[in-house]
């Protein structure tokens, strides 16, 4: 919890459980107003930012890149491995730096602003 506070800010509100069932054993869910990270035994496993309150990616991408941002901004980073465009639903899935996941970039319908980012790491 200390980490992603340091990090975000003190939650809205956040949900802590403990399980065992074989994914993991500490659940945290941090709720900031519409935007919404998961967190299984301190691993970040998904976001939902529809918000221009977080930067992400500020350590690869100057100023790292928020809703509202031009999409070109993280489209044209040199950290982008591979993009691939879903023009139906309007969202890019790109893998960048050293991430093993795609993050879904979220776009108005005329495809040049940043509406969100999903991110959902399958264990």
Not at 10 to 32: A, K, N, Q, R, T
Not at 42 to 67: P, Q
Not at 96 to 120: H, K, N, W
């Amino acid at each position: 919890q200390e980490k992603m506070i340091a990090r975000y800010g003190e939650p809205d509100s956040l949900e802590v459980w403990h399980f065992e069932d074989g994914m993991g054993d500490l659940y945290e869910h941090y709720y900031y107003g519409d935007d919404y990270f998961e967190v299984i035994d301190g691993d970040l496993i998904r976001l939902d930012i529809n918000s221009n309150r977080f930067a992400l990616y500020k350590d690869i991408i100057d100023g790292g890149v928020k809703v509202g941002d031009p999409v070109e901004k993280i489209l044209n980073s040199s950290h982008v491995k591979k993009k691939e465009k879903n023009s139906q639903y309007h969202v890019y899935e790109l893998w960048i730096a050293y991430y093993d996941y795609p993050l879904q970039v979220g776009m108005d319908e005329s495809e040049t602003y940043i509406t969100g980012f999903y991110y959902y790491y399958i264990m």
